[in-house]
């Protein structure tokens, strides 16, 4: 649901983002981490603690035994040469492609805060396919809105991380253009792309061992949506990323304000009534989505457009030291 003519603010990149600032993105690409080296707490721990993906371990360093070392790693034979306990240390080596699902849909273009969730959506596609090159992974995409979809194939450059922010920064382009009184907002209902779409390219995408991150509101997410993300799980990761706004969330009934939704407008009343109701249907439908996702294994990471989405995943995945950043 949109609200007309309620930009966050009159700043052009709160409505449109742009490649400069995409690529400026990368320098913030830190301090956060999409692989298991959480603590226990962390929302991806119990994912990755009962099936590890990827190319074996290596070797590091043999030193000592510290307190809350797995007793499974000690070498026995340096301990008994060594006169002291020590442990063998190993690092995963791992190569995980990262396929990165952006939402750019009519949906998606409202904010009342900072910025619309379009913009917002591809600021943390750019920080997590940054995040994924800086760590040596493929990063690949699904950009899509009302009218297309692209894809691009998984690879190791930053050649590829720009066509894919070259996708997202054109695609919500296209929303600040779809808005435009002299554009025809009428589309053909054959000619939609839908969410389910976007999910079904991904899963032909991510045949094994893939981190899939959806980024999306999540509008037109039914059983089906269900059924494709449960087959991409099956050999996959997966993390979803909700974006919402705060007015979306908690909607105050004021005389004049209207409502636009699926092509159609809709005077809203007010009264406290209409908020607590709005309010408590916002929270049944994250409930929903979250408990899915959840019976999955893949974590929803609700983001706010009220604070840069960069500050939002350093305080879900942690704060992480240099020596144990990953991507």
Do not use: C
């Amino acid at each position: 649901m949109d609200l007309k003519n309620s930009p966050p603010s009159d700043d052009a990149s709160s409505l449109q983002t742009t490649l400069a600032r995409l690529m400026q993105i990368k320098a913030k690409a830190r301090g956060f981490s999409f692989l298991p080296r959480q603590p226990v707490h962390s929302l991806l721990a119990g994912r990755h603690a009962s099936r590890l993906r990827g190319r074996g371990l290596a070797f590091e360093e043999l030193r000592q035994y510290a307190q809350g070392d797995d007793v499974r790693t000690i070498d026995w034979k340096a301990t008994a040469r060594l006169r002291s306990p020590h442990v063998r240390v190993y690092n995963e080596e791992r190569e995980r492609p990262v396929l990165i699902i952006v939402d750019q849909r009519q949906s998606m273009f409202f904010g009342s805060r900072r910025a619309m969730k379009s913009v917002v959506a591809a600021e943390l596609a750019a920080l997590t396919a940054w995040r994924t090159l800086l760590a040596g992974d493929r990063v690949g995409g699904i950009v899509f809105n009302n009218h297309e979809l692209v894809e691009l194939r998984p690879h190791r450059s930053q050649n590829q991380v720009l066509r894919f922010l070259h996708e997202v920064v054109r695609m919500n382009q296209i929303l600040v253009e779809d808005t435009k009184p002299e554009t025809k907002p009428d589309v053909v209902a054959d000619s939609k792309v839908t969410l389910n779409q976007a999910v079904e390219a991904a899963l032909r995408r991510a045949t094994h061992d893939h981190l899939v991150v959806l980024i999306s509101d999540l509008d037109g997410a039914d059983e089906e949506t269900r059924r494709l993300a449960t087959l991409i799980a099956a050999h996959n990761d997966m993390l979803v990323a909700g974006i919402y706004d705060p007015l979306g969330a908690s909607l105050q009934g004021h005389a004049g304000m209207i409502a636009h939704d699926r092509g159609a407008n809709y005077n809203i009343p007010e009264g406290k009534q209409f908020a607590d109701s709005f309010q408590k249907e916002f929270v049944a439908v994250l409930d929903h989505w979250q408990s899915v996702f959840r019976a999955l294994k893949a974590p929803v990471i609700p983001i706010s457009t009220a604070t840069p989405p960069v500050d939002q995943l350093r305080t879900f995945f942690g704060s992480l030291t240099a020596s144990t950043s990953g991507a």
